[in-house]
């Protein structure tokens, strides 16, 4: 494992080197989630997957198999996860297993709009903990925010089917804040995808055991 000095400089390196374009991509997440809370929902779907399946290429490539600043073994299993994470998000734009949704009413309705609120504050935690713009930890260019939101469109969705995503979203989710981001690199931000993820587990468990109770 990386000390912390070393992995805090290899995400200042790379806020550095995509420069503007985590805040050009975390405009376009806001811009999308706002259409799929007013707009035409199939459309809201088309445009957030195909956001998305970028989105995690991008991670899985610039991220981590481009980034010398990882071991070559971290570097390569975790590209070839988001990269995983893209291929199968990219593939429900044809087989439609998954229909994100702004809940219609009740406690789904307040959970996405209080979850989304504090998908929009999570990369300011940084600046309220006193780091330098460079350690922000931004949604949509890096993976555990970017996990985060993406777990947040599967609870509560109207349609969530694509249980192997979901798995690989959790594998990233739920082990890692705990073991290794939080009590290692004081990454407490990452307790926002944790919780997600824990909630998430819960929902997939509840689909396997509904689904088979039906059959």
């Not at 990386?2 to 503007?20: D, G, M, R, V």
């Not at 390569?76 to 429900?92: E, K, N, V």
Request: proline share 6%; charged share 15%; aromatic share 16%.
């Amino acid at each position: 494992m990386l000390p912390k000095n070393e992995w805090w400089e290899i995400i200042a390196n790379y806020n550095q080197s995509i420069f503007p374009l985590q805040w050009i991509v975390l405009l376009i997440l806001v811009g999308v989630t706002l259409y799929l809370m007013v707009g035409e929902q199939k459309k809201a779907n088309i445009i957030i997957k195909s956001s998305l399946c970028l989105i995690n290429a991008f991670i899985g490539v610039k991220f981590f198999l481009l980034n010398e600043g990882f071991p070559l073994p971290l570097r390569t299993s975790q590209g070839i996860l988001f990269l995983a994470i893209s291929l199968f998000i990219g593939l429900d734009l044809k087989y439609k297993k998954l229909n994100f949704q702004f809940p219609k009413s009740g406690f789904k309705r307040m959970f996405f709009i209080f979850g989304m609120i504090v998908m929009m504050i999570y990369p300011f935690v940084g600046g309220i903990l006193g780091k330098d713009m460079n350690y922000w930890i931004v949604l949509g260019t890096l993976p555990c925010p970017t996990t985060a939101y993406t777990l947040l469109l599967f609870i509560t969705a109207k349609k969530r089917e694509n249980k192997i995503l979901f798995l690989l979203l959790l594998i990233w989710a739920v082990p890692f804040p705990p073991l290794v981001q939080i009590p290692k690199y004081q990454v407490y931000e990452d307790g926002i995808m944790f919780v997600l993820g824990l909630i998430g587990l819960g929902y997939l468990i509840k689909d396997i055991f509904y689904k088979k109770s039906i059959e």
